[in-house]
């Protein structure tokens, strides 16, 4: 492998569905850009454009930049003048439109800043997660995250906000209120809170960085079957430890076997994918990814499982990118029955890049593969068990959150029924897919 191939491996700087698993910093490119033309860029929107062409030009997996010459979009985009960062932004935006590939884009300082953020697993602010309520027209609180100055400070689910720093809610938009909320790590900020039963009161807090939880799990005694729960909302960078706790917490409760539930999950982190599924695995391949040059690197599972329990996933239509990483090596390697809807579609491998304005870029450099080398791009994985939620199931689950993972969840039931089978492998006679249908190209879209 040489030296330039190494450096940019997907596996180490690779993102799935809108997450950074590194973030590169820039260096100059040698005899690409003469010293004039540098020169002549140097803090100006002009740099930002060159920049982004540069990377593309080095890393995008398709080499024929989707049949474009991409030279001559480099010096049409250098023969402009740009009064603005935005007049720039544009421009960039749609060179990369030219590719045709939704991934490959561009994200203003703003944007990126809350895709590390939402990648990094972690928020500055109070620790709260709100929601304007459609009944009653007030921002309310939906919990407080475990470990938060809001849960410390005695903030409940259901509380609502009345003014924040003496701003009052009644007219504020949810978006608007948590940009309020949010900041920098130990400044100081005070809701006024209403609850019911009591007159408003404020409270004080320090802004402090909270990680999130993206995993939740639970034991459920299922009959004379104790269940391990566990539901994975994202693969962000903190995925991986929370985790590793929840395997290790149900384990010790000693459970017959779990419930992973990566349904509506976009994706995250392709490390974070690539550790977990080695948290059930101790053997075979979990990814292959491919470069435009045909270069493969394949990644195996390295005999660090944490548990040898039996193991149903649950999937539907909005479980993508890393969500289809972990599902296809726990299927292909007969470590997993699968069960729900087929599954979004994406199999395409980002690295992303930050700019020297603060802004970034993110670029496709790869194509991935599930270990029996099949391409799920614009089709998903069909479930070994095929069980589509009706469209009044799904407003019932959506309107009830708290009913996931229990039987009035059809699809957790079936995983139960899965469980009690003694069929952990693949799907015997009796519980082969239902209603399999042909799977169906989907258009790729962007998730966040």
């Known amino acids: 492998m040489n030296r330039s ?87 960039i935006r749609q060179a990369l439109e030219k590719l045709g590939d939704p991934y490959t884009r561009f994200m203003d300082p703003k944007q990126y800043e809350a895709l590390t953020n939402q990648t990094s697993g972690e928020v500055s602010g109070i620790g709260i997660r709100m929601e304007l309520n459609e009944q009653t027209k007030k921002l309310t609180v ?70 999130v939880p993206t995993v939740r799990y639970s034991l459920k005694q299922e009959g004379n079957r104790r269940v391990g729960y566990i539901r994975l909302r994202e693969f ?12 290790r917490d149900l384990n010790a409760k000693q459970v017959d076997g779990f419930v992973l539930d990566l349904r509506s999950n976009p994706g995250g982190l392709l490390q974070a994918s690539i550790e977990i599924a080695r948290m059930w695995m101790d053997n075979g391949a979990i990814v292959k990814t491919v470069d435009r040059k045909g270069g493969s690197e394949e990644t195996k599972a390295n005999h660090t499982a944490l548990t040898k329990r039996p193991v149903v996933v649950l999937v539907d ?28 579609g994406k199999a395409l491998v980002q690295s992303v890049h930050e700019l020297a304005d603060g802004s970034g870029v993110a670029i496709t450099i790869a194509h991935y593969y599930t270990p029996k080398g099949t391409d799920i791009n614009h089709k998903g994985i069909a479930p070994d068990i ?4 009706t469209e009044a199931q799904q ?54």
């Open 386 to 389: 095929k069980l589509d939620l």
């Open 142 to 211: 939906i919990e407080a995250i475990e470990n938060s100055p809001a849960l410390k400070a005695g903030i409940r689910s259901g509380d609502w906000i009345v003014a924040i720093d003496g701003k009052p809610t009644s007219q504020m938009k949810a978006e608007d209120a948590s940009n309020l909320i949010r900041g920098r790590a130990g400044t100081k900020l005070t809701l006024r809170l209403g609850r019911n039963g009591q007159s408003a009161f404020d409270v004080n807090l320090t802004r402090a960085s909270i990680e």
């Open 395 to 448: 407003r019932q689950l959506a309107a009830n959150p708290d009913l996931l993972g229990t039987k009035n969840d059809p699809q957790y039931a079936r995983a139960l029924a899965v469980l009690s089978s003694n069929s952990f492998a693949r799907p015997t006679q009796q519980n082969q897919p239902l209603q399999q249908q042909p799977m169906s190209n989907r258009a790729t879209d962007l998730k966040f």
């Open 5 to 91: 191939a190494k450096r940019y491996s997907p596996l180490q700087l690779a993102f799935i569905s809108g997450a950074i698993a590194s973030t590169a910093t820039l260096s100059a490119f040698g005899s690409v850009w003469c010293r004039s033309v540098r020169a002549a860029l140097q803090d100006s929107p002009k740099a930002v454009v060159d920049v982004v062409w540069q990377l593309v030009n080095r890393e995008y997996v398709d080499g024929s930049f989707n049949k474009q010459d991409w030279l001559a979009v480099r010096q049409s985009l250098l023969s402009k003048d740009y009064t603005s960062q935005q007049e720039a932004y544009t421009a």
């Open 317 to 344: 239509n909005n479980s993508a990118s890393a969500s289809e990483i972990l599902t296809g090596a726990l299927k292909d390697n007969n470590r997993a029955v699968v069960v729900g809807s087929q599954t979004f």
């Open 236 to 247: 962000s960078a903190h995925a991986g430890t929370q985790m590793r706790r929840a395997i």
